[in-house]
């Protein structure tokens, strides 16, 4: 994937969402959580709609995140793409062929430093910064890294989405269904 022309990514929290998102005009969507036993049928019923799921590996209830479940995923799943803080996750997601967001949560510079190391260590496509309302820092993280950034977290307005793509960021993904 070296073009993203999608400003914001749905991100599902159930199988309400799920059925909501499937109606938005998005190729790509978020689901976050979901049983190890769903996650199956609702990857190929999301392909069957023409859309693109980026599995959240750390949230599927029943599923232990290792590089275990990412080649479970990889190899039975199939889909789009996994995120994960855990770099063998993504690093096993990776040699499978899928698209690996690393998702990082900045609480303070040394979360900050440490993200840095790991970024370097797994070489993501994608960084998903949490929160994603720190516009000078997606970009200082874009241009540390020359990963793109995806803007997530206590993304609630219009104005919140406008200022993270300002920042640098390629996307954001929310859970609002009204940015949807």
Not at 7 to 24: C, G, Q, V, W, Y
Not at 145 to 154: D, K, N, Q, S
């Amino acid at each position: 994937m070296t073009e993203w022309n999608q400003s914001i990514i749905p991100a599902i929290r159930n199988l309400k969402d799920f059925d909501a998102a499937l109606r938005t005009d998005y190729t790509h969507l978020v689901l976050l959580n979901v049983h190890v036993a769903q996650v199956k049928a609702i990857v190929t019923r999301a392909g069957q709609s023409g859309k693109k799921l980026f599995l959240h590996a750390d949230l599927i209830d029943g599923l232990k995140s290792d590089e275990y479940a990412a080649e479970f995923l990889a190899q039975e799943v199939r889909p789009a793409g996994i995120i994960s803080t855990r770099n063998n996750v993504l690093l096993t997601a990776k040699k499978k062929g899928l698209i690996a967001i690393q998702r990082i949560f900045l609480l303070d510079t040394l979360a900050l430093e440490n993200s840095y190391v790991q970024i370097a260590k797994t070489k993501p496509d994608f960084v998903e910064v949490l929160p994603g309302i720190m516009p000078h820092i997606i970009q200082e993280i874009r241009e540390t890294t020359g990963v793109p950034v995806i803007a997530g977290g206590l993304i609630r307005t219009r104005e919140d989405v406008e200022l993270a793509l300002t920042g640098g960021a390629v996307a954001v993904t929310t859970s609002k269904k009204i940015l949807w």
